[in-house]
């Protein structure tokens, strides 16, 4: 393998590797969402209380975009808006009853995948490639 491939074969293993893991929990999952509401669903999840404000800004899409995505969601059950108490004119977006279950469905999926890594993987080997990805990531975010 030459030096001067090796971050584009770098790049190319993390977009299968993403596709693959999203391949396979959405067909673990059965939950039909598009990629924008799949995506949305994870940052909520991850940052619960979030508006819809910071989610866009998260996603770098704009705010129209991301109003769409919420109705959606919002009538198929996934979310609800929650309106701050302060400040009457801007709302949280919160988990509803079908976000809880998609939740939890990635979570159980996440903890296959776990297993998986352990018993393929050393604790050595995933400090070192988590390690590696965190630099990465870092590498990245300063373009």
Do not use: C
Request: no cysteine; charged share 30%.
């Amino acid at each position: 393998m030459e030096n001067e491939n090796l971050p584009e074969k770098i790049n190319q293993t993390l977009e299968e590797l993403w596709l693959l893991l999203e391949t396979k929990e959405r067909t673990y999952t059965n939950f039909q969402l598009n990629n924008q509401q799949y995506t949305l669903l994870t940052l909520i999840i991850r940052h619960p209380s979030s508006t819809p404000t910071e989610l866009a800004e998260k996603m770098n899409i704009t705010k129209s975009a991301i109003s769409q995505q919420l109705v959606k969601l919002e009538m198929e059950g996934y979310i609800y808006r929650k309106q701050h108490s302060e400040d009457k004119r801007t709302f949280s977006v919160e988990l509803g009853e079908k976000g809880w279950l998609y939740k939890k469905e990635m979570e159980k999926f996440m903890q296959q995948v776990s297993e998986k890594y352990y018993a393929s993987l050393s604790p050595e080997e995933l400090t070192n490639f988590l390690s590696a990805l965190q630099k990465l990531t870092k590498v990245i975010d300063k373009l």
